[in-house]
């Protein structure tokens, strides 16, 4: 069914590292090519050796031009492999070799030199767990059908009429010069790597060389001529961008589907290829990052709707969606852009593969995401045609740079109300001083006191941020990404230092649930049961509720707890959810664009967990907090239904970066074709409230420990965690519980 | 309003199993039958009742402190019950973190349970989904079901009734006007063998059952299935539903043995059946229903 594939599986699967050596998923460049023919290039270590002597010779040099100068020599030098077992290139290093002399030297460069007590002031944030906080160039994504229409020559082609007419019109600043220069050499290096992979390949006699060598002369001289080719130039170029260029790409395709279409439609047509072949390299092209493995998944969505309305789901959607089921993967991850439109067939089929316990697929709702990218001023054409960047980002097609800046921890915020900002982590004043808890505080003192804490986190985000912004594109010139941008090449000026029409920050909301379920359990100990005072408390918080325990039981039974329709707890959620909102959106950012809100958690749920002491909530020291839209893990006893209602009330297409909820349900919920359709009419009452994303994670508690017991018999079990899966084997002992925990609740 | 009021033991949201769609169900206390198998013990009384759920318990004695009636009383590092004593009166639950505790059977006016019964509109309406009234046996509150069902039935909300049928005719006319569907069990046709595994006869329910169908109620059939006790009764079953014209599907349930903690709870003696059917059984128990249920979706 999908040609060679299954025989070549084995050795893809230790294509990026091997299976049998310990793999760390979390560390960004743990993967790297082994076993290459060392006569094809260089070692690491002679790369890094050459990167330094290079670095002496390039010092002066305007960084896009030093940086295209390292990305050159990398290139040139480093090993690669067209392999019998593969449609797909190798490339050894593919692990940022030229990080140390340039993107890390200029970043420690700005926070050391420049704006040293920026990069102080920052260092104290990430150690306290109030906020986690680094420049951001890992979520772009460029323009892919520019890129598939152009190929590499005709991109580099395109840059240099840009140039002429510019410099024709109004002569060129050294800036610009060098900024067209550096994309003239990096795609002149780009289209050098693949003459020499295609030189390369016409060394080899195995079966799939002729093909490879065919696909990479094309694409060495030009445009992508079919889907595989299209598909080579895909992964072509987030390697490089990924390994060697130091800029993460976060979607394929704009629509995977959509921009491989007129390739499929035209090889169909004229025979190039049969289906069961097109099936075959779409196994090859996306186990390539099943292959790579790492924990934050590669996105890439489908569907969505065209300017007449109609859903842009084709038959390239099904069959990408069932070569992804037969292979068995949880990575990449799939995003579907869900309307009304959506045939059922096509849903209905992605339903039960997650009942079937593929939970990698999030429906991202496009009438909300529309009305967010409108809020940010974009077109109505700009917002329907948006990508859905990274886990479930918001983003204008080939004109949005969007970086992700703070995760705000408002958890935190509840613990500096009770030591008055000082950070016991590192015996430091953090947090502001909203004055000595004191047991003459109302509730409303209380509250106002941790709205203080709340809106310092908040703004130190937007400040210090702001404060590196200007060094985005010094730290880490983005050629390669620009010059598949139009109006960066109109403006002569990097995508991430204005050359885009949005030039975006993103602020993130962590710990939203747990937060309100801390101040509402304040609210119930306190001053409606009084069964202590405010100081009591801390010293409860303090000796992290030993001696405690009968309070922290009453804390754990709180009846407001996010997550249940309960109103004292939903209402408080709004307040916390809409302060945020509306200290972050439209904001001014430094470099010409805005902030926008993200209540995506990504894995600081348990990393601010684990650097927060003790909350009212009735949570211990270091345990998780709750991530993303979602409650507490286990506060949610009343009912998905129960579930949507209190998450919606908190406006998700506010947050026009993002707003992701995830839902546990039961197997036996969805079993079935009743199971189908309650799913689409959790999903439909969801996007009539204004829910943005939600991903689905469907089983039974029993199941899961079981699975805990013998992990053997449950290779594949995965879980959803976040804006990612995780195979439920390779989480820690703590986050099964806590998975199991939430399971528990689910009937 | 009236002041009308029910004893309702659960409410239970996205309930996906008791009828079409997403829906709420409302569990009404009190019940005719003793089924053998019964999964919801804690809906036979039509008294409120204290479940405690031992494993749970801390031993903490808080109970013991703010019963007033003395029910509970830790001795010898015991947590020993006089269930006799008890009214219900919910005080030791409030008290008990450990969350051992809880009362089964609060009393509600319609005015009470409609506001929450009506969260979860959207959900019905997208999914053809609506409220479902069960129990124990809803139908022994007639007049309050009655009521109930008409407000929701202004509200445009898809209603069911889940009976055992064992009730007086004028209790299943009070709710008629207001039903759009009934959920009616049947556990056997030979009314000695009814009588043997739920102390009751079946006669009646089979009248009102016949009755339902005559007078154009739709019904759909639901069939706990216990192999060994009514295994043997399927076939006459089917061509007891057969002589119907309004049925409109025939569910049948695989029995499960699953609730004997809340036996335990309850302090009521076990009788669940050890022996839950296996898929092959099932799928034959299904098959004598095939023809009905292919006539009742044309």
């Known amino acids: 069914m999908l040609g060679t594939f299954e025989k070549d599986r084995a050795w893809l699967e230790n294509k990026y590292h091997k299976v049998e050596e310990s793999f760390n998923p979390y560390q960004r460049m743990a993967y790297h090519g082994h076993d290459y023919d060392a ?14 002597s290079l670095a002496k010779e390039t010092e002066g040099l305007s960084h896009p031009i030093a940086k295209v100068k390292a990305i050159e020599y990398v290139l040139k030098n480093t090993r690669i492999d067209v392999n019998e077992h593969d449609y797909f290139i190798g490339l050894y290093s593919w692990n940022r070799l030229l990080r140390e002399t340039t993107v890390l030297k200029w970043k420690t460069e700005v ?30 994504v ?3 059908d520019s890129l598939v229409k152009l190929g590499f020559s005709g991109i580099r082609e395109r840059a240099r009429e840009y140039r002429i007419t510019r410099e024709e019109k109004c002569g060129l600043s050294d800036k610009e010069r060098d900024f067209f220069e550096a994309i003239e050499l990096e795609y002149t290096a780009i289209i050098g790597f693949i003459d020499r992979l295609y030189k390369y390949a016409l060394t080899k006699n195995h079966a799939k060389a002729k093909r490879v060598a065919d696909c990479l002369l094309h694409l060495r001289d030009g445009a992508p001529t079919n889907i595989y080719e299209a598909m080579q130039l895909i992964f072509l170029y987030f390697m490089i961008s990924e390994s060697v260029d130091h800029y993460q790409v976060r979607s394929l395709g704009n629509g995977l589907d959509f921009t491989l279409y007129p390739f499929y439609k035209n090889d169909i047509e004229s025979g190039t290829f049969s289906e069961d072949e097109i099936r075959e390299f779409l196994a090859y092209f996306m186990f390539q990052w099943s292959a790579i493995g790492n924990y934050w998944g590669q996105p890439f969505y489908l569907g969505g709707s065209g300017e007449n309305g109609q859903t842009l789901i084709n038959e390239l959607s099904y069959l990408i969606v069932d070569v992804y089921d037969k292979m068995c993967i949880y990575n990449p991850k799939i995003q579907i852009k869900y309307n009304s439109n959506i045939p059922e067939k096509f849903l209905f089929k992605v339903f039960d593969m997650i009942r079937r316990g593929n939970s990698c697929f999030t429906f991202c709702c496009e009438e909300n995401y529309i009305r967010a990218v409108m809020s940010y001023g974009a077109t109505y054409e700009e917002a329907r045609t948006m990508d859905i960047r990274g886990c479930y980002e918001t983003g204008v097609r080939a004109n949005e740079v969007s970086a992700a800046t703070g995760y705000v921890n408002p958890l935190k915020a509840v613990s500096y109300v009770f030591s008055n900002g000082y950070e ?106 009084g069964e202590l005072t405010l100081s009591e408390l801390k010293a409860a918080l303090d000796a992290n509720w030993q001696g ?3 309070v922290r039981a009453m804390a754990l039974r709180c009846p407001y707890k996010y997550g249940n329709n309960s109103t004292e707890a939903d209402e408080c959620a709004k307040e916390l959810s809409k302060f945020f909102v509306e200290r972050v959106e439209g904001k001014k950012n430094g470099r010409g664009g805005v902030y926008k809100a993200l209540l995506h958690s990504a894995m600081q749920f348990v990393w601010q967990g684990q650097k927060t002491g003790a909350t009212p909530d009735g949570r211990l020291a270091g345990e998780e907090i709750s991530k993303s839209a979602s409650p507490t893990p286990g506060m949610d006893k009343n009912g998905v239904t129960a579930l949507i209602s209190s998450v919606t009330k908190l406006e998700p297409y506010t947050y026009s970066e993002g707003f992701c909820l995830d839902v546990m349900l039961h197997p036996t919920a ?29 089983f039974d508690a029993n199941t899961l420990r079981d699975a805990q017991k013998n992990p053997e018999k449950y290779k594949n079990l995965q879980v959803r965690v976040c804006g990612w899966n995780v195979l439920f084997n390779n989480m820690s002992r703590a986050e099964q519980d806590a998975y199991i925990v939430r399971a528990e609740n689910v009937i | 309003m009236s002041e009308n009021k029910a004893r309702i033991f659960e409410i239970k949201r996205f309930a996906v199993h008791d009828g079409d769609g997403i829906r709420t169900t409302v569990f009404f206390k009190g019940c005719p039958l003793r089924c053998v198998w019964c999964h919801n013990p804690e809906g036979i009384s039509t008294k409120s009742e204290l479940g405690f759920f031992s494993h749970k318990c801390s031993l903490c004695g808080d109970c013991e402190r703010v019963c007033p009636e003395g029910v509970h009383k830790l001795e010898g590092g015991r947590h020993l019950l006089d269930r006799a004593r008890c009214i219900s009166c919910g005080k030791c639950v409030e008290e008990c973190m450990a969350g051992a505790l809880t009362v089964y059977g609060k009393d509600m006016t319609v005015d009470e349970l409609l506001p929450m019964l009506l969260e979860d509109t959207d959900f019905y309406k997208s999914s053809n989904g609506g409220v479902t009234l069960s129990g124990g046996e809803c139908l022994l509150w007639a007049d309050f079901c009655a009521e109930l069902l008409r407000e929701l039935r202004k509200k445009g909300i898809y209603t069911a009734v889940d009976t055992c049928g064992d009730v007086p005719r004028e209790n299943i006319d009070k709710v008629l006007p207001y039903t759009d569907v009934f959920l009616y069990d049947i556990k056997a046709i030979d009314s000695r063998l009814h009588e043997f595994a739920t102390g009751r006869p079946n006669e009646r329910i089979l009248e009102n059952l016949k009755y339902l169908d005559s007078v154009g109620a739709p019904c759909e059939i639901r069939i706990p299935f216990v192999p060994e006790f009514n295994g043997g009764e399927l076939k006459k ?49 299904e098959s004598y229903f095939e023809e009905i249920n292919m006539r009742a979706t044309k």
Request: proline share 3%; charged share 25%.
């Open chain 1, 548 to 550: 405690y325990e009968r």
């Open chain 1, 670 to 698: 969805v079993s079935g074709d009743e199971g189908l359709q309650i799913m689409k009419s959790l999903l439909d009452v969801y996007a009539a409230r204004g829910g943005m994303v939600m991903q689905f994670n469907i």
């Open chain 2, 237 to 285: 079953m089917a061509e007891f539903l057969s002589g119907l014209s309004n049925i409109v599907r025939v569910r049948v349930l695989p029995y499960h043995n699953y609730a004997g903690s809340k036996y335990l709870a309850l302090g009521l003696r076990n009788t669940l059946p050890g022996k839950m059917p296996s898929e092959e059984e099932l799928a034959e128990a």
């Open chain 1, 424 to 529: 016991e982590r590192l015996s430091k004043q953090i947090g502001v001083k909203s004055g000595e808890i004191n047991d003459s505080w109302s509730f409303e003192d209380f509250k106002a006191a941790f709205f203080k804490q709340y809106a310092h986190i908040i703004d130190d985000v937007i400040r210090l941020a702001n404060a590196y912004d200007p060094y985005m594109e010094y730290i880490n010139p983005s050629s390669m990404y620009s010059a598949t941008v139009k109006s960066s090449l109109e403006n002569a000026f990097d995508g991430y230092g204005g050359g885009v029409k949005f030039n975006n920050s993103s602020a993130l909301l962590c710990g939203l649930g747990t937060a309100v379920d801390a101040i509402m359990a304040t609210k119930y100990l306190v001053y409606e049961r």
């Open chain 1, 142 to 144: 460029p323009d892919w």
């Open chain 1, 111 to 140: 926070f050391d030199e420049i704006i040293p007590e920026v990069g102080e002031s920052m260092k104290d944030y990430n150690d306290s767990g109030a906020m986690a906080i680094w420049p951001d160039f890992d979520h772009v």
């Open chain 1, 39 to 52: 006569t094809t290039g260089q070692s690491d270590e002679e790369i890094l050796e050459g990167l330094r």
